[in-house]
């Protein structure tokens, strides 16, 4: 499956972004859509997952009160919608896609990655 994320850019604290994560080829191989994002000199984090057969999500604890992941499976599509962003949310933001929906916040599950969109958070 190819994974395309897009939707990043510069936006002010306490503004909203959706990014948008169009998958491509064989998709029904992969039930467990989710967002990573790596921030400067940071770790790659989970933040949130989805399963396209049923819709259940799994969002990070720190981002749970301000982001949602949804999905439009017509469309091979999943969305991050993030608002009220801090600065401490600026990072490249990767989408990925594997087989199941166990243990979302591990990137080793992951079989495809997308390239990354980068969203800033700055005034």
């Known amino acids: 499956v190819q994974l395309q994320a897009s939707g990043g850019g510069l936006v002010q604290p306490g503004g909203s972004l959706r990014l948008s994560c169009a998958a491509s080829?064989?998709?029904?191989?992969?039930?467990?859509i989710a967002w990573f994002r790596r921030a400067p000199g940071k770790e790659r984090e989970f933040v949130a997952a989805?399963?396209?057969?049923?819709?259940?999500?799994d969002v990070a604890d720190s981002v749970k009160d301000r982001f949602t992941i949804s999905r439009d499976n017509a469309k091979s599509t999943v969305y991050l919608q993030m608002n009220s962003l801090k600065p401490e949310d600026t990072a490249i933001y990767y989408c990925?896609?594997?087989?199941?929906?166990?243990?979302?916040?591990?990137?080793?599950?992951?079989?495809?990655w997308g390239q990354g969109t980068l969203v800033t958070v700055s005034s």
């Open positions: 989805i399963s396209r057969i049923d819709g259940r999500a």
């Open positions: 080829g064989r998709t029904v191989s992969s039930n467990g």
């Open positions: 990925a896609a594997k087989t199941d929906f166990f243990r979302n916040y591990d990137p080793r599950k992951y079989h495809s």
